[in-house]
């Protein structure tokens, strides 16, 4: 089964301030790589993601992520963000074609206005 | 249209009782699943059908039965509920595409 470790419990920033968040996978073939965000309440909802081609991917809100194969990396960006950016945010990945989806531990991320 | 459904939203209810969670999907997906999401916001899948047939049978205890009638349902039946099951329990339905839609959740509170 995939691991998936998300380096950032909690991230705490300013409206304003950039965020990345780091997601590294354990598999070393090919995989299909998400980015979900559940704002407080809610479901999870997809980011973006990345299957093959351009290893920047541009997602929903602002948002990006960048595949680094050699790091078994997919970070997730975002320049500028907002005090509705406030969510928890998990990475998962999975093998092309697996029914499983593995999910990292999640970020919370509190962006004070 | 509401994608992935699930009722109801909350449910409460005493330690011991019997209770199900329903969920449907209008995108016409063939493989659906359930996850636990645990008061540390940890996902954690527990089941998954395809075409009504079980794919994926993670280390959850019996008392938790799924159900696919068809493949636009997937219930989740719990007997002799205990306070460990306290969570939100997500429906999701997978496209072709490996993405995975997830269902509002419903969050189990027991007494």
């Known amino acids: 089964a995939q691991s998936v470790s998300q380096h950032n419990h909690h991230v705490i920033l300013s409206e304003a301030a950039s965020l990345e968040l780091g997601c590294n996978y354990s598999?070393?073939?090919?995989?299909?790589l998400f980015w979900y965000v559940q704002y407080p309440g809610q479901h999870l909802q997809l980011l973006l993601k990345?299957?093959?081609?351009?290893?920047l991917v541009k997602g929903i809100k602002g948002f990006e992520a960048e595949f680094i194969k050699s790091k078994f990396s997919f970070n997730l960006r975002k320049p500028s963000v907002q005090w509705s950016d406030t969510a928890e945010y998990f990475c998962?990945?999975?093998?092309?074609?697996?029914?499983?989806?593995?999910f990292g531990a999640g970020t919370t991320v509190t962006v004070r206005a | 249209d509401t994608a992935v459904s699930q009722t109801p939203k909350y449910l409460v209810t005493q330690m011991g009782n019997d209770k199900s969670i329903k969920c449907e999907q209008n995108?016409?997906?063939?493989?659906m699943y359930w996850y636990k999401q645990d008061s540390k916001k940890f996902l954690k899948i527990m089941f998954s059908?395809?075409?009504?047939?079980?794919?994926i049978n993670e280390t959850v205890p019996n008392r938790f039965s799924p159900k696919s009638p068809d493949k636009a349902h997937l219930n989740l039946h719990i007997n002799s509920l205990e306070l460990g099951d306290s969570a939100v329990y997500f429906c999701?339905?997978?496209?072709?595409?490996?993405?995975?839609?997830f269902g509002p959740g419903t969050r189990l509170t027991v007494l």
């Open positions: 999701a339905s997978r496209a072709s595409t490996d993405t995975q839609y």
């Open positions: 598999y070393g073939g090919t995989v299909n």
């Open positions: 990345y299957f093959s081609g351009d290893p």
């Open positions: 998962a990945v999975t093998m092309p074609n697996d029914y499983k989806l593995s």
């Open positions: 995108l016409g997906h063939d493989t």
């Open positions: 059908y395809n075409n009504k047939e079980l794919i």
